[in-house]
């Protein structure tokens, strides 16, 4: 019996492999660090997004420990239904206070946040304005809203103004990473905050990258002083944080729509009380310990510094430094050369990135060493300067 279905399946694959896209995992060995195991090797990371290394940090590892001794491990349902513990229920308000932000929901992933909050916030009268850049799930969340979707040029404030200005839908919803994942650069909030002010829409920003990082590890509100009801906040816990799952905040009335309203919140298990205490638990440490952040922000000028001295362009004050290449077999190339040498560095092609911006991202963390970071330029600059990589 034919099978269309898996006969479409199976000539995507091929086209995948046609194009030297198709991707495949590595299997660790070990928790995530600056180093890790793959099998009997030891690879430098740089592709991990625990900025602050605290995915294996003792004092997250033991609060995951008494979590699950106290509350075993599954939540068991959804938070409405009788999911939502204590542990669920400190973080939330840990992590209102950590933002300053009047209220805080904890939602299964930033992928589930986003995706809810687009579409409990916005219908089909709505409108919604993304950023090219945007992660894939803010795309996503417009999507499923059914809201009219715009997309403006990254970062180009004339043309979000231009597109505000002509539209009539009842509510609008400007949507914009902070930290954009696949370049490092920072989006312009305070001008995105003006003109949802100007033309009365909701500010969702997606901190995924700049919650532990920017602000003293608080986020980029923070960083930058931001502060309106028009925000609405989505923190990644996946990342810096060192743990899995994601809070929004803001608004008291809005975060209990989301609660009544998002379907990704409604609809889904809440995460395990060990995930929520251990987001309480990083939150304390960064707050107990300054010297996490500060270390990572010493590792970003170190690498920036040692790239200008190596003639390598380095632009981003954040965590992730893109080094775009443009070809994605170079890309390929070069992450090989670099693996060969005990890094690992991902090349990041289309469709993650636009055609033709092929790059290695380096991700840098708390937990580097500067020797490391240093010779992880070194090691990048020989590379991209040896034709065999070509
Ligand atoms: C990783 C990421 C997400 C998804 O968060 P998860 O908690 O991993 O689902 C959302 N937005 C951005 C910008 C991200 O980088």
Same mark, same amino acid.
């Given at each position: 019996?034919?099978?269309?279905?898996?006969?479409?399946?199976?000539?995507?694959?091929?086209?995948?492999?046609?194009?030297?896209?198709?991707?495949?995992?590595?299997?660790?060995?070990?928790?995530?660090?600056?180093?890790?195991?793959?099998?009997?090797?030891?690879?430098?990371?740089?592709?991990?997004?625990?900025?602050?290394?605290?995915?294996?940090?003792?004092?997250?590892?033991?609060?995951?420990?008494?979590?699950?001794?106290?509350?075993?491990?599954?939540?068991?349902?959804?938070?409405?239904?009788?999911?939502?513990?204590?542990?669920?229920?400190?973080?939330?308000?840990?992590?209102?206070?950590?933002?300053?932000?009047?209220?805080?929901?904890?939602?299964?992933?930033?992928?589930?946040?986003?995706?809810?909050?687009?579409? /409990? $916030?916005?219908?089909?009268? #709505?409108? *919604?304005? =993304? &950023?090219?850049?945007?992660?894939?799930? %803010?795309?996503?969340? !417009?999507?499923?809203?059914?809201?009219?979707?715009?997309?403006?040029?990254?970062?180009?404030?004339?043309?979000?103004?231009?597109?505000?200005?002509?539209?009539?839908?009842?509510?609008?919803?400007?949507?914009?990473?902070?930290?954009?994942?696949?370049?490092?650069?920072?989006?312009?909030?305070?001008?995105?905050?003006?003109?949802?002010?100007?033309?009365?829409?909701?500010?969702?920003?997606?901190?995924?990258?700049?919650?532990?990082?920017?602000?003293?590890?608080?986020?980029?509100?923070?960083?930058?002083?931001?502060?309106?009801?028009?925000?609405?906040?989505?923190?990644?816990?996946?990342? /810096? $944080?060192?743990?899995?799952? #994601?809070? *929004?905040? =803001? &608004?008291?009335?809005?975060?209990?729509? %989301?609660?009544?309203? !998002?379907?990704?919140?409604?609809?889904?298990?809440?995460?395990?009380?060990?995930?929520?205490?251990?987001?309480?638990?990083?939150?304390?440490?960064?707050?107990?310990?300054?010297?996490?952040?500060?270390?990572?922000?010493?590792?970003?000028?170190?690498?920036?510094?040692?790239?200008?001295?190596?003639?390598?362009?380095?632009?981003?004050?954040?965590?992730?430094?893109?080094?775009?290449?443009?070809?994605?077999?170079?890309?390929?190339?070069?992450?090989?050369?670099?693996?060969?040498?005990?890094?690992?560095?991902?090349?990041?092609?289309?469709?993650?990135?636009?055609?033709?911006?092929?790059?290695?991202?380096?991700?840098?963390? #708390?937990?580097?060493?500067?020797?490391?970071?240093?010779?992880?330029?070194?090691?990048?600059?020989?590379?991209?300067?040896?034709?065999?990589?070509?």
């Amino acid at each position: 019996m034919a099978h269309a279905g898996l006969a479409a399946v199976r000539r995507g694959l091929a086209e995948l492999d046609r194009e030297g896209l198709r991707r495949a995992r590595r299997v660790l060995d070990s928790p995530q660090g600056p180093v890790v195991r793959e099998g009997g090797r030891e690879l430098a990371n740089f592709a991990s997004n625990d900025y602050l290394g605290l995915a294996n940090h003792p004092r997250i590892v033991a609060a995951a420990r008494e979590a699950v001794d106290r509350f075993g491990f599954g939540a068991g349902a959804s938070p409405v239904v009788v999911g939502h513990s204590r542990a669920h229920e400190e973080a939330e308000v840990a992590f209102a206070r950590f933002t300053g932000l009047p209220r805080a929901l904890l939602f299964p992933s930033g992928y589930a946040a986003n995706l809810g909050i687009l579409a /409990a $916030l916005a219908d089909r009268s #709505a409108a *919604v304005f =993304g &950023d090219r850049l945007n992660h894939a799930c %803010l795309v996503d969340g !417009a999507l499923l809203s059914r809201a009219d979707f715009h997309r403006y040029p990254h970062g180009d404030l004339a043309a979000l103004d231009a597109l505000l200005a002509r539209s009539k839908a009842g509510v609008r919803v400007i949507a914009s990473d902070t930290v954009f994942s696949m370049d490092g650069d920072v989006a312009p909030l305070a001008d995105l905050l003006a003109l949802a002010e100007r033309h009365d829409a909701w500010l969702v920003l997606d901190d995924a990258h700049g919650i532990g990082v920017l602000g003293g590890g608080r986020g980029s509100l923070a960083e930058f002083g931001l502060a309106s009801p028009r925000i609405v906040c989505m923190a990644t816990l996946g990342k /810096a $944080l060192g743990g899995y799952g #994601a809070f *929004v905040a =803001g &608004d008291a009335d809005m975060i209990e729509w %989301l609660m009544q309203r !998002a379907r990704t919140y409604v609809f889904s298990t809440a995460l395990p009380p060990a995930a929520a205490a251990v987001a309480t638990a990083a939150m304390a440490l960064i707050d107990a310990d300054p010297s996490i952040v500060r270390a990572l922000h010493a590792r970003i000028g170190e690498f920036r510094r040692a790239c200008e001295a190596q003639g390598v362009a380095a632009s981003s004050a954040t965590a992730i430094q893109p080094v775009v290449v443009g070809d994605s077999g170079r890309a390929v190339a070069l992450s090989a050369r670099l693996r060969e040498a005990g890094l690992l560095v991902p090349a990041i092609r289309p469709p993650t990135v636009p055609q033709g911006t092929a790059r290695l991202r380096i991700s840098l963390s #708390a937990a580097h060493t500067r020797v490391q970071v240093e010779s992880l330029v070194s090691a990048l600059a020989q590379a991209l300067d040896d034709g065999s990589a070509r």
